[in-house]
């Protein structure tokens, strides 16, 4: 043997330190109130996700997000690329909200309405309707495979992937119509990309939610690595209460835990198997869980089987567990709410009223002006039109700003379809005499023939020679 090939000791235990293959976790199924809740949310956050790909709208889809067409449908209004300021607005209202939401009360996010937590807990579901409750499952993994082994476990894969198909498919049907895509789906008539799309969301759910579930959590998602960034001493977080839980040791019903010198916890570790990322609570609060308090039911029902008060383990703060006074309305809860609502009732209040009317003005930059035979000063501009409403619209244009002013155009009605942009050319005129400075300001203003309501300004600069005086 040569001396490459002798392993020492040391050299063991270094290899084991730096990997350790993962042990597959059983999560315990709990009953108690955040049990009530975590279900409700998954029902309610499934239930939205795949039924309003289906609702109808003015004899269309609700929501549909339509790329070729560039258009995007939210209830009853029509977005465009340029309205992609307002999605900007909604992603900080989103970011504001985790950091208000994660300072006042932990990864609430997470655990109650995080999409891999939500398709996780559907997934563990179907999983305990098929295998069992945990012993069961921990029990058939151990036993050496059989035909009944196989067969129940190719069942619960085959609901899993058909589950993780129909995702996907509804995932596709936001941005291609569903009603068409659901028969050519199942008729193998859909187009190359929805087809890759619908296997590659389908696989991602089957893998993320079956297969890898608290490993998202764990080692994937960053939020687990800066949310101490976001928490303080006044965060509710979920907690075990040391002082009276510790000693921890069981013990009979019938004992009475002061005179054996013991603590409320009779280390039963119900709180460790529930836990879906299989850390135990009683360790400290730690980056791997993801506040879905089902230690706390667990907890609570044991507490309530011994005769102890509930909340050994509860929603508390480090201030509270110390003593001291918890001040929940404190500056960085207050700094965010306020933003928080200054900026969620602007973006609603800008697109509630939004004009569904663009108007790009643009100078012609090969000249500055020119005069006219008829001795007029004259700027060119091309007018970007965009329409932006459900329907097309026959607009007129004008120019102010100035005194003397009038506006030219080469065609006679300005008529733009639902969507298009239409680019028109027009000069602005003005008599030498009554030029007063190099630069002038002025406004182009567009309104729709049919709606006074439907009209939009935009300044520009008109540009000439200073007459003598």
Known sequence: MSQSEVKTPAADDVEQSLYAKRKKIYPREVHGLFAALRATGVAVLLGLYYIIPWLQWDDRQMVLFDLPARKFYIYGMVFWPQDFFYLTLLLIIAALSLFFFTALAGRLWCGFACPQTVWTEAFLWIERKIEGDRPKQMKRDKAPLTFAKFRIKATKHFIWIAFSLFTGLTFVGY?????????????????????????????ATYGNAGWLREQVCTYMCPYARFQSAMIDKDTLIISYDVARGEPRGARKKSVDPKQKGLGDCIDCTICVQVCPTGIDIRDGLQYQCIGCAACIDACDDVMDKMGYPRGLVRYTTESTLQGKQTQIFRPRIIVYGLILIGITISAFYAIINRTPLALDVIRDRNTLYRETNDGLIENVYIMKIMNMDKRAHSYSLSVAGVEGIRLRMDIDAINVESGEVLEVPVRAQLSAEVIEKRSSEIEFNLVANDSADLHVTEEARFIGPVAER
């Open 175 to 203: 941005f291609s119509s569903i009603r068409e895509l659901t028969p050519n789906f199942f008729t193998l008539n859909t187009g190359p990309w929805e087809t890759f799309w619908i296997i590659f969301y389908g696989f």
